[in-house]
């Protein structure tokens, strides 16, 4: 059974910075992708970006490219998401996600999800 657990998460001023961390356990396929959601009060779940394990191809929402990062351990297994320059409206609970399948953002496409590590960002 593939788990997910999210860290990192808080309270951050706005042009802030944090580094979310997604530890990934439990899968036995080479290839998979790991994704980066977010989910603020009343409104759709939204990828962010996403990476593949093996070759470390990426993808970012438009929202957030040029301020966050994506990257992996795959010695420790771990997903990380830098973000830069935050703003108030990047506020949300931040959700990583597997995916055997390279499938771009679309969160109905991945399996398996983490709990959720909130990021708040306001002065």
């Known amino acids: 059974q593939v788990q997910l657990v999210e860290s990192g998460g808080g309270l951050v001023q706005p042009g802030g910075s944090l580094r979310l961390s997604c530890v990934a356990s439990g899968f036995t396929l080479d290839y998979y992708v790991i994704g980066w959601f977010r989910q603020a009060p009343g409104k759709e779940r939204e990828g962010v970006s996403c990476i593949s394990f093996t070759d470390g191809n990426t993808d970012y929402a438009d929202s957030v490219k040029g301020r966050f990062t994506i990257s992996r351990d795959s010695g420790k297994n771990t997903v990380y998401l830098q973000m830069n320059s935050l703003k108030p409206e990047d506020t949300a609970v931040y959700y990583c996600?597997?995916?055997?399948?390279?499938?771009?953002?679309?969160?109905?496409?991945?399996?398996?999800w983490g709990k959720g590590t909130l990021v708040t960002v306001s002065s």
């Open positions: 996600a597997y995916s055997a399948y390279w499938v771009g953002l679309n969160p109905l496409k991945y399996d398996y």
